[in-house]
């Protein structure tokens, strides 16, 4: 049971973790921060937060876990601000879409890492932001990803697993840098593929023409086009080295694409197209 919870950021991901552990009743008190009171006082009125607080320090204060829910670029900062106020015997947990970055903030903004803190990372989301998004199932049966540290106290470690546990998440632990080079691949660069895309046929297309001819296939691949520019610059900037190497990787095959194409090469085609085919129905099964 967490007595006080505190998360920092109350949007799309901070709203729905706090919703789902209230509907799981293991949470006596939900407090929020974050920059703008406009959202905090939306956050109460949605019942997504007991109450909130503008002041970093007065928000953590009696928190037996405290969530960093902020963009990438932020998590520094609330870290810097609350180094002083923090229970020595608190957990402290992210969401960030990247990890060695945040690791790397909290050890800047305390000074040191502390033994409560446990990065994290929920591999669910929309393409949607802000608190009014949030919803409390979004975490049901998806993978939660916890990459503990040399520095990690155990009890926090299992006080965070449980908490993700409460929401229905299924928990897997594995190292920052193994993380970083997985999710580059698998999250990171499809969205910078759909960002890419949907910007090329823009800037080609006069007046917009060219969409109202696109339809399924189009709006499939692009529907993560539609998140928040911020969170992905973020992201593209904390976790730069991965993304350049499988984007470098990508970059070969989509050569080797364009030259079989151009050479007219079916065979070479449909080898890569059944390739993928096969792969994506067994992962989609
Ligand atoms: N959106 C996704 O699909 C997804 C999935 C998994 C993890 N994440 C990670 O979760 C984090 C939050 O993403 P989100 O989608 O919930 O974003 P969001 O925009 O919905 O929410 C972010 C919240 O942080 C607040 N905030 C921004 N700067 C702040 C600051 N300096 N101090 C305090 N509060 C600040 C905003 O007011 C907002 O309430 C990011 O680190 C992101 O990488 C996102
Ligand atoms: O489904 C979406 O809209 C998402 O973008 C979610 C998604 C992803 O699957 O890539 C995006 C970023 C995260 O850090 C985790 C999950």
């Known amino acids: 049971m967490i007595r006080r919870l505190t998360i920092f950021g109350v949007g799309l991901i901070g709203g729905s973790l706090a919703l789902a552990l209230r509907r799981a009743g293991t949470c006596e008190e ?9 959202h905090l006082r939306q956050a109460v009125e949605l019942g997504v ?22 963009p990438l670029g932020a998590m520094g900062g609330v870290c810097a601000a609350i180094r002083d106020h923090l229970a020595p015997d608190a957990a402290l947990t992210d969401v960030g879409s990247a990890k060695g970055s945040v690791v790397d903030a909290v050890r800047e903004g305390f000074g040191e890492l502390p033994h409560g803190f446990v990065p994290g990372h929920p591999i669910a989301g929309t393409e949607r932001s802000g608190v009014a998004a949030a919803f409390p199932t979004l975490f049901q049966g998806r993978r939660v990803i916890l990459t503990p540290l040399d520095t990690t106290d155990i009890g926090a470690l299992a006080k965070v697993r449980t908490m993700w546990e409460e929401t229905g998440a299924v928990v897997e632990s594995m190292s920052v840098a193994h993380h970083d080079e997985i999710l580059a691949a698998t999250s990171h660069l499809p969205h910078l593929l759909a960002f890419g895309l949907v910007d090329s046929l823009a800037r080609m297309g006069e007046r917009d023409e060219i969409f109202r001819y696109a339809a399924g296939g189009f709006r499939d691949f692009t529907r993560i086009a539609s998140s928040d520019p911020v969170m992905w610059r973020d992201i593209c900037l904390s976790n730069r080295e991965a993304i350049l190497s ?13 030259e079989a194409v151009s050479r007219g090469d079916g065979e070479r085609l449909l080898e890569i197209f059944q390739r993928a085919k096969a792969a994506r129905d067994r992962f989609c099964e």
């Open 246 to 258: 499988v984007m470098a990787h990508y970059q070969e095959d989509l050569t080797m694409i364009t």
């Open 30 to 38: 939900v407090v929020g921060c974050s920059r703008s009171e406009d």
């Open 49 to 70: 937060i007991d109450r909130y607080s503008l002041d970093p320090a007065e928000a953590v204060a009696g928190a037996d876990m405290v969530v960093l829910a902020v």
